[in-house]
């Protein structure tokens, strides 16, 4: 469609001949496994007509004359630590030249630290943080076994980026690898496999891109590249505003899957050009609760305002494409600083409604004061200061209870008047 040519432009020249996406593009993959390797280990979840891809997936590799010697069981959601234990030893006992992981971001993820642990050893604790792996690598004088991921679902663009989350299930807490090094050699996203994907993972996975390109955005506002990720941002968000709502209406329909997968493709080219901060460090404390997206769309709306007044380029870009589609008053986007904050936020707590999101942290079942406990700690974990360094504004960690702890009481109560104002 016309329409999709910007945002396939975008994609392509992210990532190049290095992936292939569309409807039908699993039966491409033999192509980009076979330089590869010929003993394949595949890690796969299982979801409604996941078995007829597999088949697919299978005959595309006989067809070139690569062989799957094992296919490993993926991970549960959020991909606990458990699972990656199970995945690492099963990778051990195959000892495979190529991985191909299909399923959605959980089981990209765990495959990516299953392989940087496979070939380096060690606990997952140690390469958590940016860039540890390579640097493992580099002191070890070894590589990372070939990784070709397929996605399943519009999320969290794992197939394309640098990014593995793990959770530990005991704690609650989910921790990130950032590492060049894990980046899969080349990904496949055929769009047929989201028509069988249930509504709430279709609202939860475009919310995590939409919520890659919104942090990723207000993250930019000083940077020298900021039209560039202004422009694919911008893309990424239009398309979620404009396509979500007809997806979950009409799950089956191409162009909305089409839209949602290259918005969501857009989101990971947008982490890969900056990075996330507020929603998303405060989401991996709240992984018993509720899923990624939506943690992630539930708390953006109030760090906005948090960010307003150093923001205001983004602000007025994002709050248009809400005004465009009527979730933000168009005389709204004259107003400016901590005013104008609130109004794109409201828009965003409207659109989250309109697609049946939670907008307070008080209507998600099983949440009490412990989770903003839990964050506020997290805040302080050098594991996750990347988060901290990409917040628009400076958030020192002497008072993060008073900025960020304002932020979590607003989104428990649904009151924006309660975010900090500096």
């Given at each position: 469609?016309?329409?999709?040519?910007r945002a396939r432009?975008?994609?392509?020249?992210f990532k190049?001949d290095?992936y292939?996406y569309?409807l039908?593009?699993?039966?491409?993959v033999?192509?980009?496994v076979?330089p590869?390797g010929?003993?394949?280990?595949?890690v796969?979840?299982?979801?409604r007509g996941?078995?007829?891809?597999v088949w697919?997936?299978?005959?595309?590799l006989?067809?070139?004359?690569?062989a799957v010697?094992?296919?490993i069981?993926?991970?549960?959601?959020n991909?606990?630590?458990?699972?990656?234990?199970?995945i690492?030893?099963q990778?051990?006992?195959?000892?495979p030249?190529?991985?191909v992981s299909?399923g959605?971001g959980?089981c990209i993820?765990?495959?990516?630290?299953?392989?940087?642990?496979?070939?380096l050893?060690?606990?997952i604790?140690?390469?958590?943080?940016?860039g540890l792996?390579s640097?493992?690598?580099?002191r070890?004088?070894?590589?990372?076994v070939p990784h070709?991921?397929?996605?399943?679902a519009?999320s969290?663009?794992?197939h394309?980026?640098?990014?593995a989350?793990?959770t530990?299930?005991?704690?609650?807490q989910?921790?990130l690898?950032v590492?060049?090094?894990?980046v899969?050699?080349?990904?496949?996203?055929d769009?047929?496999a989201?028509?069988?994907?249930?509504?709430t993972?279709?609202?939860d996975?475009a919310?995590?891109?939409?919520?890659h390109a919104?942090?990723v955005l207000?993250?930019?506002v000083r940077?020298p590249?900021?039209?560039?990720?202004?422009a694919i941002?911008l893309?990424c968000i239009?398309?979620?505003?404009?396509y979500?709502?007809?997806?979950?209406?009409?799950?089956?329909?191409?162009v909305?899957?089409?839209a949602?997968?290259?918005a969501t493709?857009?989101?990971?080219?947008?982490?890969?050009?900056g990075?996330?901060?507020?929603?998303?460090l405060t989401?991996?404390s709240?992984v018993?609760?509720?899923p990624h997206g939506?943690?992630?769309?539930?708390?953006?709306?109030?760090y906005?305002?948090?960010?307003?007044?150093?923001i205001?380029?983004?602000?007025?870009a994002v709050?248009s494409v809400?005004?465009?589609?009527?979730?933000v008053?168009q005389?709204?986007?004259?107003l400016s600083?901590y005013?104008l904050?609130?109004?794109?936020?409201q828009g965003?707590l409207?659109?989250?409604?309109?697609?049946?999101?939670?907008?307070?942290l008080r209507e998600?079942?099983g949440?009490s004061?412990a989770?903003?406990?839990?964050?506020?700690?997290?805040?302080?974990?050098p594991?996750?200061?990347?988060k901290?360094?990409?917040?628009?504004?400076p958030l020192?960690?002497e008072?993060?209870?008073e900025?960020?702890g304002s932020?979590l009481?607003?989104a428990r109560?649904?009151d924006?008047s309660k975010v900090?104002r500096g």
């Open positions: 469609m016309v329409e999709f040519a432009q975008y994609v392509d020249e190049g290095s292939v569309g039908g593009a699993l039966a491409a033999g192509s980009l076979a590869l010929t003993r394949v280990a595949l796969r979840s299982s979801f996941s078995d007829g891809f697919t997936l299978r005959r595309a006989a067809r070139v004359g690569v010697i094992g296919e069981r993926g991970p549960a959601p991909a606990p630590r458990e699972d990656l234990v199970r690492t030893r990778l051990d006992a195959l000892d030249d190529v991985v299909f959605g959980s993820d765990a495959t990516k630290a299953a392989l940087v642990l496979h070939s050893g060690g606990d604790d140690s390469y958590f943080g940016t792996v640097e493992a690598l580099e070890q004088n070894v590589s990372l070709v991921a397929i996605q399943s519009s969290s663009a794992a394309l980026t640098k990014y989350n793990i530990n299930l005991q704690t609650g989910k921790k690898i590492d060049d090094a894990i899969p050699r080349a990904a496949v996203f769009y047929a989201m028509f069988t994907a249930p509504a993972l279709t609202a996975g919310m995590d891109g939409f919520s919104l942090e207000y993250g930019a940077r590249d900021y039209e560039r990720i202004e941002s893309e239009r398309l979620v505003v404009n979500l709502p007809l997806a979950l209406a009409e799950p089956t329909d191409a909305a899957r089409e949602l997968g290259l493709d857009l989101g990971g080219y947008a982490i890969m050009l990075g996330t901060n507020g929603g998303h989401s991996f709240l018993d609760i509720l939506r943690a992630c769309a539930l708390l953006n709306p109030y906005t305002v948090l960010f307003a007044p150093a205001q380029r983004p602000l007025r709050g809400l005004a465009t589609a009527g979730y008053p005389e709204s986007l004259r600083g005013a904050g609130e109004a794109v936020a965003m409207r659109f989250a409604e309109a697609v049946g999101l939670p907008t307070t998600v079942p949440f004061d989770h903003l406990a839990r964050a506020l700690a997290a805040a302080r974990d594991q996750l200061r990347m901290l360094e990409n917040m628009p504004v020192m960690p008072r993060i209870d900025t960020m932020v009481e607003a109560d649904g924006l900090y």
